[in-house]
C-alpha cells in the first residue's frame, strides 16, 4: 500500500518541551484519516511541520513522495492547507478572495473565472460570489477556505480542526463536503477532538498522545485491535424475558457471557459480550426469537471512538 | 544548523517545482553574478581613483581613460569618476531586475531587455566599455528565460492590496483631503511670499521657485511619514490577521511577495504625487522653475519613497508587530537620513575648520564625503540639485576648483548619487526581507 503522507520519528523540541517526540504516521493515499488526541498532543504542530511551515527537530516526513524539508515548494503544491485558525481579508469579495489565492498558485488568469465558479459551486456559496468575504457566517467562511484550499486541485488536504467552533448543521454540511472530496480521489487528513466527527467518515484514524502515536490504522483494525469483542444489547420487556435471554444465548458459541443489566425506561436490557462475525450474530437473533422470549430491540453497540479513545489515551495531557 | 544550510531555502534561491522556475532563478542569478562584476569593475576603478588622486600613480587617469571610455568628454578624471558611477548605475539596475524576475515582474522582463539595449547603445555610439559587462549579463538572462513569457503577470498581491485601499470613499476622501490641504498650504506660501516682496513683476521667477520649493518640501516630509507607514504592516499584519500561514502554503515566491506589497504602497504614493503635480505646477506661471527642475524633483520624491517603503517591509519582515515595526522603521529612516548625515557633517565642518591649510587631497577627499553625506538625505539632495541646476545649470557632471591648489576636480550632481544609493539598499533591503520570510520559524 502507498502512503501518500508518511513521518518517521518526527520530533519537534520547544527549548526543553516535546510539542512532537518520534511520531510516526502513515496515511494511505485516498483515505480520510482522522488525527485524533487530546489538547496539546501535538496534532498542529505536525500539521505544521506536514506543511512545511515549521522545521521539525529531527525526523523524516514526506507528503506526496517529497521531503518537506528538502523540498517544501514540491510539497506545497501537494497540499491544501486548512489553519485551526485563519483570517479572512475583510476588504475582499468572496470570488475575489479566490481569485487571489488561485493567481498565488499560478493559475492563469483565463483559467479562473470557470474555477472559481466550479469551487463556490462545490461548497454551496454561489449565491454569495459577490458578497464581502466578512459577511459571511463562520460555517461558510469555513467552506470558502475549504475551497481555497481546494484552488490548485492538491492531491491532499490538510485540515486542522475543520469542524471546530461550528454550529451542528454546518459541522454535518463541512462533514458532507469531506466525503464528497474523498469520492474525488483526495486525500483527507484532518484532526479533531470531537471524536464522533471523526468515528463517522473516517477509514482511517490516528490517536495522538503526548506528542506519540498511541493507535493508527484502519476503523476496523482499530476495532478488532481495541475492542476484542462486539456487544449485543437485547431490550425486552420485564426482568423474567431477561433471565430467559440470558439463559438461551448462553450456550452459543462465540458469547463469552451474558448479563442482565440494569433496566432503562422501565425495559430490561441484556448485555451479550459475543466474538463472531456477522452470521454469528445472526443466529444469536434467530436463537432468542424461537426461544419464545418478545424482543422489543436487538441492537448491536457499535463500539465508538470514544471508548477506544478512553481505552487507548491515558489522559496524559502534556 | 549545518544542514539548514544546504537547503536551497536557506541559500537565498528559491526550489524550483518545473523547468520554468528552474529557468527564471538561472536569470536571477545570472543577474546577480552581473551586479557583482560591476560592483568588483567600480571598486577597482574607485581604488585606482584614489591611488591616482593621492598621487601614488602619476598618470593613471590618462592610461586608465582609453582602457574604459576613450570617446568621453571632458577631462581624464572626469572620465574615470562617470565610470565609477555608470557602473554602480548598473548595478543597481541589475539588482533591481533580479529581484523582479524572481517576482515575475513584467516590468522586469522589459526591463532586462531594455538594460542590454541601453548598454548595447552605450558601448557602440558612446564607446563606453564597462557596459560589456551588463551587456553580456542581461542578455545572457534575457535569452535564459525568452520562453517563459508567460510566467511574468500582473502580481496577485499588488492587485489584491489595491482592490482593498481602492474600494469605497476611504482613498478618495484621503486623496481629497491630502490636495485640499496642499492648495491651502500653498495658497498661504503664496500670500507670504507676496506680501514681503513687495515689487511682484521683477521677483516673479523667486516667487515661483520657492513655491515649487515648499510645495516639494511638503510633498517630501509626507513620503518620509507615509512611506514606511503603509508597508509595516505589510508582512506583520497578514501574521497578526492569521493569514500568513495561508499565504506561506501557497507557491507565491516570497519576492513576489515583498515587490507586491511595495508595489501597492507606492502604486498609492504615487497617485498622490501624482495628483500634487498640477499644484507644483503653478510655479511655471510664475516662471522661475523649468520642467528640468520637475522631472528630478518626481524622480528624488520617487526613489525616496521606494527606498523608505523598503525600510518598512524590512522591518515588517523581521519583527512580529505592526507597532514595533512601524516605530522601528521611523527610528531607522530618520537616523540614517537625517541623524548620522547631521551628526557627520557638523564633525565633517568641525575638522575641516580645525585644518586651517589643507592640502589638495584632503580637500578633494572632505569634497567627496560631504557630497556623500549629503545624497544620503533626500532634502539635502533636493536642495543641492535645486542650487547646482540654478547657479551652474549643471544636471549631471560637473568640474569643481579646489580652493587650495587651484585643481580642477570633478563632481556629480547630488541626485544621481542619491538615487543610486537609495535605490542599492532598497533593493538590499528587499532580499534580506525576502530572505527572512523564507527561513521557516522554529
Known amino acids: 500500500m502507498s502512503f501518500i503522507i508518511e513521518t518517521r520519528d518526527l520530533r519537534k523540541k520547544y527549548g526543553k518541551f516535546d510539542a512532537v517526540n518520534g511520531l510516526s504516521l502513515e496515511v494511505p493515499a485516498g483515505s480520510i484519516y482522522g488525527f485524533v488526541g487530546p489538547n496539546g498532543a501535538g496534532k498542529t504542530t505536525t500539521m505544521r511541520m506536514l506543511t512545511t511551515l515549521t522545521r521539525p527537530s529531527s525526523g523524516e516526513a514526506w507528503v506526496a513522495g517529497h521531503s518537506v524539508q528538502a523540498e517544501p515548494r514540491a510539497v506545497r503544491r501537494a497540499i491544501g492547507y486548512m489553519p485551526d485558525e485563519f483570517g479572512v481579508y475583510d476588504d475582499m469579495r468572496v470570488w475575489e478572495y479566490l481569485d487571489f489565492f488561485a493567481a498565488c498558485y499560478d493559475i492563469p488568469e483565463i483559467n479562473r473565472k470557470k474555477l472559481i465558479d466550479d469551487l463556490l459551486e462545490l461548497v454551496d456559496l454561489t449565491h454569495r460570489r459577490d458578497d464581502m468575504v466578512d459577511k459571511l457566517s463562520r460555517g461558510m467562511k469555513q467552506r ?19 469542524a471546530s467552533g461550528l454550529d451542528p448543521r454546518a459541522r454535518v454540511e463541512i462533514r458532507e463536503l469531506l466525503v464528497e472530496l474523498a469520492k474525488m480521489g483526495k486525500t483527507i487528513f484532518f484532526s479533531s477532538h470531537i471524536l464522533a466527527d471523526v468515528s463517522e467518515i473516517c477509514t482511517h484514524i490516528g490517536i495522538i498522545e503526548g506528542g506519540k502515536m498511541v493507535a493508527q490504522g484502519s476503523m476496523q483494525e482499530m476495532r478488532a485491535q481495541l475492542m476484542p469483542h462486539r456487544e449485543i444489547m437485547v431490550t425486552v420487556r420485564d426482568d423474567d424475558s431477561a433471565q430467559k435471554v440470558a439463559g438461551l444465548v448462553s450456550g452459543i458459541a462465540g458469547v463469552i457471557h451474558a448479563v442482565v443489566i440494569e433496566p432503562k425506561a422501565g425495559r430490561s436490557r441484556v448485555r451479550i459480550d459475543f466474538t463472531g462475525d456477522d452470521d454469528g450474530v445472526a443466529a444469536v437473533n434467530t436463537v432468542i426469537s424461537t426461544g419464545g422470549v418478545a424482543i422489543l430491540g436487538f441492537t448491536e453497540e457499535t463500539k465508538d471512538l470514544e471508548a477506544m479513545f478512553m481505552r487507548v489515551t491515558k489522559g496524559i495531557v502534556t | 544548523m549545518s544542514a539548514e544550510a544546504s537547503l536551497p531555502s536557506a541559500a537565498g534561491i528559491e526550489e524550483a517545482v518545473s523547468p520554468r522556475e528552474a529557468r527564471l532563478e538561472r536569470a536571477a542569478l545570472i543577474l546577480r553574478r552581473g551586479a557583482v562584476a560591476n560592483g568588483i569593475l567600480s571598486g577597482v576603478v574607485l581604488l585606482l581613483a584614489i591611488l591616482g588622486g593621492i598621487g601614488l600613480v602619476p598618470g593613471l587617469f590618462g592610461s586608465l581613460r582609453p582602457l574604459l571610455w576613450a570617446q568621453a568628454g571632458g577631462g581624464d578624471d572626469a572620465a574615470v569618476a562617470a565610470v565609477i558611477l555608470l557602473t554602480q548605475v548598473n548595478l543597481s539596475l541589475l539588482l ?81 483631503v491630502y490636495l485640499g490641504l496642499m492648495s491651502g498650504f500653498t495658497v498661504l506660501l503664496y500670500l507670504t511670499v507676496a506680501a514681503t516682496s513687495r515689487t511682484l513683476g521683477s521677483a516673479a521667477g523667486e516667487v515661483g521657485r520657492l513655491l515649487f520649493s515648499g510645495v516639494v518640501g511638503i510633498e517630501l516630509m509626507l513620503i518620509v511619514f507615509i512611506a514606511p507607514a503603509f508597508t509595516a504592516g505589510a508582512i506583520t499584519g497578514e501574521r497578526e490577521r492569521l493569514t500568513y500561514d495561508l499565504l506561506k502554503t501557497t507557491l507565491l515566491p516570497s519576492p513576489s511577495f515583498v515587490i507586491g506589497k511595495l508595489e501597492s504602497a507606492l502604486g498609492y504614493v504615487l497617485l498622490l504625487l501624482l495628483a500634487a503635480i498640477p499644484l507644483q505646477s503653478i510655479a511655471f506661471l510664475f516662471g522661475g522653475v523649468t520642467e528640468t527642475e520637475l522631472l528630478l524633483s518626481f524622480v528624488i520624491l520617487t526613489v525616496t519613497a521606494i527606498a523608505l517603503g523598503a525600510v518598512g517591509i524590512f522591518f515588517s519582515a523581521i519583527m512580529e508587530r505592526t507597532l514595533s515595526a512601524s516605530i522601528r522603521s521611523y527610528m531607522v529612516t530618520l537616523a540614517a537620513t537625517f541623524g548620522v548625515p547631521l551628526v557627520l557633517s557638523v564633525v565633517l565642518g568641525i575638522l575641516s575648520s580645525a585644518i586651517r591649510t589643507k592640502p589638495a587631497v584632503l580637500e578633494a577627499a572632505f569634497v567627496y564625503l560631504n557630497d556623500l553625506l549629503t545624497s544620503m538625505n533626500p532634502i539635502a539632495t533636493a536642495i543641492n540639485t535645486q542650487q547646482l541646476l540654478i547657479n551652474r545649470q549643471v544636471i549631471g557632471f560637473w568640474t569643481d576648483t579646489l580652493v587650495s591648489t587651484g585643481a580642477t576636480i570633478p563632481r556629480v550632481s547630488p541626485w544621481i548619487t542619491f538615487t543610486i544609493i537609495y535605490l542599492v539598499a532598497a533593493t538590499v533591503l528587499v532580499v534580506l526581507s525576502v530572505q527572512r520570510m523564507r527561513k521557516s520559524e522554529g
Open chain 1, 144 to 162: 470558502l477556505s475549504l475551497a481555497r484550499t481546494l484552488a490548485h486541485d492538491p492531491a491532499v488536504l490538510i485540515l486542522d480542526e475543520p
Open chain 2, 96 to 176: 533591481v531586475m533580479m529581484v523582479g524576475i524572481q517576482a515575475r515582474e513584467t516590468w522586469a522582463l522589459a526591463g532586462v531587455w531594455l538594460l542590454a539595449a541601453a548598454n548595447g547603445a552605450a558601448l557602440a555610439l558612446l564607446g563606453f566599455t564597462p557596459a560589456l559587462l551588463t551587456l553580456v549579463f542581461a542578455l545572457w538572462a534575457g535569452l535564459t528565460i525568452s520562453r517563459d513569457v508567460r510566467a511574468f503577470r500582473m502580481n496577485p498581491v499588488m492587485l489584491k492590496e489595491l482592490r482593498g485601499r481602492m474600494r469605497g470613499m476611504r482613498a478618495f476622501v484621503v486623496l481629497t
